[in-house]
């Protein structure tokens, strides 16, 4: 049983457009990720979170906004979605007894045309 | 700062030849950095391939192995022979066991050649 999912898996949306990345993990993980994977980049830290309505800035946090509603339960949103964030977005969570050992899901393709 | 460099963006190795992916790491803040080795197959995401926690260690999966060398700050991922079912995206990972300070390489796309 898959312990990290997201949903949608590919979504096709236009400039100015309103996105919702959805992220699950049955881990009882205390964080959750997001992610950007762009080739040439690697993956590229938005924004994480260390437990239900807790947010923290990652590192490229410029026209993305998240919200943990759960343990379980981590949103990316794109109010105003731009060409620039076309990409692979992964969600991920870590805990103890290493929070250092991430636990990944199988990502979302996002196109904004 | 702290960071992880990988030099190869795309490898091409032929089926049964040996395979080195290069990845050295910085850090000014860890104390005690963990070392991972992730891989990404087509359409999955990152999956955990070996890691080391401690300097000295040697880490091994599926074939694979890495060595945490800190005086070369290194952790490079070694294989023997390699198959076309080991085709996919490696990246190399810095960590730390108590803390969010957490660094991926770029990434290299490894394509095996039948």
């Known amino acids: 049983e898959a312990a990290v999912t997201q949903s949608p898996r590919n979504k096709v949306t236009v400039t100015g457009g309103n996105v919702t990345l959805s992220c699950r993990q049955t881990n009882s993980h205390n964080y959750m990720y997001w992610y950007r994977q762009d080739t040439g980049h690697g993956l590229r830290l938005i924004h994480y979170s260390y437990g239900a309505g807790n947010l923290q800035i990652g590192d490229v946090p410029d026209g993305y906004k998240a919200t943990r509603t759960t343990q379980e339960d981590f949103f990316l949103l794109l109010e105003l979605a731009s060409p620039s964030q076309t990409s692979l977005y992964f969600c991920a969570s870590s805990g103890q007894p290493n929070y250092a050992e991430q636990f990944f899901g199988p990502g979302t393709r996002l196109t904004v045309l | ?114």
Do not use: M
């Open chain 2, 1 to 114: 700062g702290d960071s992880v460099t990988q030099t190869e963006g795309q490898v091409t190795v032929s089926e049964s030849k040996s395979l080195i992916i290069n990845c050295t790491y910085s850090t000014t803040s860890i104390a005690y950095p963990n070392l991972f080795w992730y891989v990404r197959y087509p359409g999955e995401g990152l999956q955990l391939l070996l890691k080391v926690i401690t300097a000295g260690q040697k880490g091994s999966s599926r074939g694979f192995e890495a060595t945490y060398n800190k005086e070369t700050t290194s952790f490079h991922l070694q294989k023997a022979s390699v198959q076309e079912s080991d085709s996919a995206v490696y990246y190399c990972a810095l960590g730390d066991l108590g803390y969010q300070n957490f660094y991926f390489g770029k990434g290299t796309s490894l394509t095996v050649i039948p």
